[in-house]
């Protein structure tokens, strides 16, 4: 037989063994018996479809993906992640907190309409009397001295609506604490893991109704704290004067309005020593005061107290203004006081004016703490200035 023939039945059979090897190596193991081992057996049957498939896997065709399917409807199909529940609770949360403001603010309402009807009454019983008394009349007239316990009940009504006023005060100080927290649990969800994108325009939105009903919030208690700075004020004044206006029923003779009420009244009370404190005052020179003296009776003028940065959200100052202000009235009895807001000038008309109106409502913040801690509104003044050297809203506290 030729050489290239024998060499060609050679690589034949080769071919076949190895893939007979294969076969063999691929079916199930069979059981022989102890010393037998297998025989080599060689065979030109095809290699089986599994093992084919196997070894002839690749390449895999992929299928073609529509430009659809990443930025249409296929891809942001509804879905509900944990992201998307906690907002869910977070909305509804603030839903709770908007009910409550408008709760709030309706009860704000009614007692404001029953102050005018109380405030209309009286001063209608006051005028009464007064144009009586300006006319003549008799001493202890029966019908003044009855429109003197109308007017008396009218400010009594008053006076009780105060407790309201506080109660609602409280109602509103425990809304904003949760309103700041629901904000705060907002901003910290943007940080949460497996949220998809319409959680985080959601947040967003979110975000903007809190800073909204922030504001609200916060017109509702300067509101409160107006009414209730103006009434107790309006009670005091009016109660000093219907104690002269009894007087004058009494007697049957006008009078006028109270001595507290008029303008000396408020004069500065320099050097002047207090009863329970002059025992222990040295006697002095009448020649004139000496420099502790005059120190002691009359602030100087313009002395700054405090200065608060506002450069985030929750700037403690209560306890320091307290501070200062109390050891200030403890020193000057007679002293006033001025907030000036200072807001940022930096960055176009918009951003001024943005900062302009935080500084005003942080100003107010301060206000309504002096006026919760007992301090007299009529006590305190409030200006806005802008300032270049400042990247914060700040408000500073000047003794006068």
């Known amino acids: 037989m030729p050489t290239h023939r024998l060499k060609t039945l050679s690589l034949t059979v080769s071919a076949v063994a190895m893939a007979t090897l294969a076969f063999t190596a691929s079916a199930p193991a069979l059981a022989y018996n102890d010393g037998e081992r297998p025989a080599l057996v060689v ?57 409550t403001i408008v709760r709030i603010s309706s009860s704000l309402a009614g007692v404001e309409r029953q102050h005018e009807q109380d405030a209309a009454e009286y001063y209608a019983s006051v005028a009464t009397i007064n144009t009586q008394l300006q006319s003549g ?37 425990a809304t904003a604490s949760q309103a700041a927290f629901l904000l705060e ?15 985080h325009v959601r947040l967003a939105a979110l975000e903007d109704d809190l800073n909204a009903t922030a504001v609200a919030l916060e017109r509702v208690m300067n509101n409160i704290s107006d009414d209730i700075g103006r009434t107790v004020n309006y009670i005091n004044s009016e109660r000093n004067n219907l104690r002269t206006l009894s007087l004058a029923v009494a007697n049957g003779d ?12 408020a004069a500065d009370t320099a050097g002047y020593i207090p009863a329970s ?20 009776a009359s602030p100087a003028p313009s002395k700054i107290l405090a200065k608060i940065r506002f450069d985030r959200a929750d700037v403690d100052f209560q306890q320091p203004v307290y501070t200062a202000v109390s050891e200030a009235m403890r020193r000057y009895p007679n002293a006033k006081f001025e907030l000036i807001a200072i807001n940022p000038t930096q960055g176009n008309a918009a951003e001024v004016a943005i ?15 002096l006026n919760d801690m007992g301090l007299s509104p009529d006590r305190v ?17 000047y003794m006068r």
């Open 43 to 99: 065979t030109d049957e095809p290699i089986p479809d599994n093992l084919r498939d196997k070894l002839y896997s690749k390449p895999v065709r992929m299928r073609d993906i529509a430009p659809a399917e990443i930025s249409g409807g296929a891809y942001y199909d509804s879905i509900s992640t944990a992201v998307t529940r906690k907002i869910s609770d977070l909305r509804s949360q603030m839903k709770d907190v908007q009910s």
């Open 137 to 173: 009349t008799t001493p202890g007239n029966p019908r003044l001295v009855k429109r003197v316990k109308i007017a008396e009940r009218n400010l009594e009504e008053m006076s009780k609506s105060l407790s309201a006023l506080n109660t609602l005060s409280g109602d509103a100080s």
């Open 185 to 199: 649990q907002t901003r910290a969800a943007y940080s949460l893991s497996g949220a998809v994108e319409e959680d």
């Open 254 to 265: 006008l009078y006028g309005r109270s001595l507290l009420a008029r303008p000396y009244a």
């Open 277 to 296: 404190t002059a025992a222990t005052q040295p006697m002095r020179s009448m020649e004139g005061p000496t420099a502790s003296t005059a120190s002691a």
């Open 355 to 369: 900062e302009s109106t935080r500084a005003r409502r942080n100003a107010e913040r301060v206000l309504r703490t």
């Open 381 to 397: 003044t409030l200006t806005l200035q802008g300032s270049d050297q400042v990247r914060s809203s700040e408000v500073h506290i």
